[in-house]
């Protein structure tokens, strides 16, 4: 039971009472405490060095912050764990601009690692010059004899060489699962590219199948290889400061994870866990009538999915005139009526959702179940997200806020896509992720990584969320469509903690976990453009600093 006071830097409370620093007032003279007392865990105090000297019940330990920024570690509101650790540990495929540097890519791993799998994440066809998905011949050319797999960069699809085709048993004959898709040649023989439900085939008569409930990114794998994607994934979030966050797809591979990291004393973060829908059976067989957990593992809600990928332009655009193209790629996991029953049935149970929805139909489609759930019961205690929340409709974001249904987007996607979105869909583009108008609307302003879609690094993606500026230098949707500084950075800690139901996490305050962040800039007053470039030095989860992780 140590006690600690920490002083010498500013500190950012992110409250609003009086003495903290965000009630509107960025120019970075407002009255900022001078230290905050730690005891057994918990903030007990935050105040002048004088007072928490007198608050201490014994004597503390003092920690010169020695001008770095404290602020409340950072909460991820949506983010994938052991996906992360994949992208990590496989093959980077992202900057591959050609099958041939695919191939070349890997077969420098294969070279690397004898006798083991050859897995790679992130490639994007249309970066390739050939301008279509890889072909299992393609991936044979790395190797035959072991598994050659790689992921697309949505992580909605994958891309197997023959070899992992014939122990998956995939051929001719295979019929095309309902919610998803089996590239095939002209004699109908599969190409090596699954996406969706499909993948429900290569995960093994043991696997994780997820049936039309969304993209299913699970591979057949040791509880060896799944702790150590594990290890890498965790790792590099608490490198980012993030010591809370929300698991976005959570299947018996994550559930299982999770217990045996907690079980081990491997569990370092504070996870908020989302059970995919596919097990929503279960979980209405189980009596789950509540969340459940405890202060570092928690199984918060259901998550859904509405429609398809935004970057792999298969979110459901349909028949929506602002767009003014079809998007004949665009599709649904459900039919409307099968939706709004899981989100009726969640509710009903007593448990909060998020439905992964881009597309205006989609977004209605959720709109309407809420509605109507609500109606049916109230049960104010439940929170209702859409996830992403690419394109909804002026309209839809009044409804949004009027039902207090939380949009979770990641900003970094308008940076990274907002060229290709605006080129493609002209100003209909511009209002992918719209933050402005969420801020006009009074809905909360919440910003999330969906690691590893984008890289978790909480204060580069409030930059995106501020300035809209992408990759080749546009803002996208112009100023209107940027959010304030003061709510971006609420948006990477107390909002979220209060959207996930924590009132003792995301701000400094007593009584709150002392869950912090030590940073080596003010986030409040260096110069936006550098929001990108401040550097996590320390984080600390209970009031104990992390100790670097060491990944076997
Ligand atoms: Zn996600």
């Not at 949506?78 to 540097?101: E, K, N, P, Q, Y």
């Not at 970094?412 to 209002?431: K, N």
């Not at 999330?448 to 949707?477: C, F």
């Not at 709150?512 to 940073?519: S, V």
């Amino acid at each position: 039971m140590s006690t600690t006071i920490l002083t010498g830097g500013p500190i950012r409370t992110m409250t609003d009472d009086p003495g903290g620093d965000l009630s509107g007032n960025l120019s970075g003279d407002a009255q900022v405490p001078e230290a905050v007392l730690v005891h057994d865990g918990v903030v007990q105090a935050v105040g002048s060095l004088t007072e928490m000297r007198r608050a201490a019940y014994v004597t503390p330990e003092e920690i010169d912050l020695d001008g770095r920024t404290l602020m409340p570690g950072f909460v991820d509101a949506h983010a994938h764990t052991i996906l992360h650790g994949s992208a990590i540990d496989w093959v980077d495929l992202s900057g591959a601009r050609s099958i041939d540097d695919v191939v070349r890519l890997l077969g420098a791993r294969a070279e690397a690692r004898r006798g083991e799998a050859v897995r790679g994440y992130g490639y994007d066809q249309s970066k390739l010059a050939e301008g279509r998905h890889p072909s299992a011949a393609d991936l044979d050319r790395v190797a035959r004899d072991r598994v050659v797999q790689i992921q697309h960069a949505s992580g909605h699809g994958y891309v197997v060489n023959t070899l992992a085709l014939r122990n998956a048993g995939i051929t001719a004959t295979t019929p095309t699962p309902a919610g998803g898709r089996i590239d095939r040649d002209a004699d109908g023989e599969p190409t090596g590219v699954l996406f969706d439900s499909a993948c429900d085939l290569l995960t093994g008569a043991e696997g994780v199948k997820v049936r039309n409930h969304g993209p299913n990114f699970h591979l057949p794998m040791t509880h060896a290889e799944i702790d150590h994607l594990f290890d890498l994934g965790q790792r590099s979030l608490l490198e980012a400061g993030i010591t809370t966050m929300c698991d976005a797809q959570v299947t018996q591979l994550e559930m299982d994870a999770y217990l045996r990291a907690r079980d081990e004393g491997r569990l370092r973060m504070r996870t908020e866990m989302l059970a995919l829908s596919s097990n929503l059976e279960h979980l209405t067989g189980l009596g789950m009538s509540s969340r459940l957990g405890d202060d570092q593992l928690r199984l918060w809600g259901v998550k859904l999915y509405a429609d398809g990928s935004v970057i792999a332009r298969t979110a459901y655009l349909n028949g929506h005139a602002c767009c003014g193209k079809p998007s004949p790629n665009g599709y649904l996991y459900h039919e409307p009526e099968e939706l709004a029953a899981l989100i009726t049935t969640a509710h009903r149970l007593g448990l909060s959702t998020a439905t992964h929805a881009q597309g205006p139909l989609p977004i209605g489609v959720v709109l309407d179940a809420v509605a109507a759930a609500r109606a049916e019961r109230p049960r104010t205690g439940l929170v209702h997200r859409i996830e992403h929340c690419g394109f909804p409709t002026g309209e839809q974001i009044g409804r949004m806020a009027g039902l207090h249904v939380v949009p979770v987007p990641q900003p970094m996607q308008v940076s990274l896509y907002g060229d290709s979105l605006m080129e493609e869909f002209g100003e209909f583009g511009g209002r992918f992720y719209p933050y402005g108008e969420f801020e006009r609307a009074g809905l909360p302003v919440v910003i999330s990584s969906d690691a590893p879609v984008t890289m978790p690094n909480p204060l580069e993606a409030v930059w995106a969320a501020v300035t809209r500026e992408t990759l080749g230098g546009a803002i996208s949707g112009e100023e209107a469509q940027q959010a304030g500084r003061a709510n971006a950075l609420r948006g990477v800690t107390v909002t979220p903690a209060q959207m996930l139901g924590r009132q003792d996490i995301g701000v400094i305050r007593p009584g709150a976990r002392a869950d912090l962040a030590f940073l080596d800039a003010d986030p409040v007053t260096v110069p936006v453009g550098q929001l990108p470039k401040v550097g996590v030095t320390e984080s600390w989860i209970g009031g104990e600093r992390i100790a670097p992780i060491q990944v076997a």
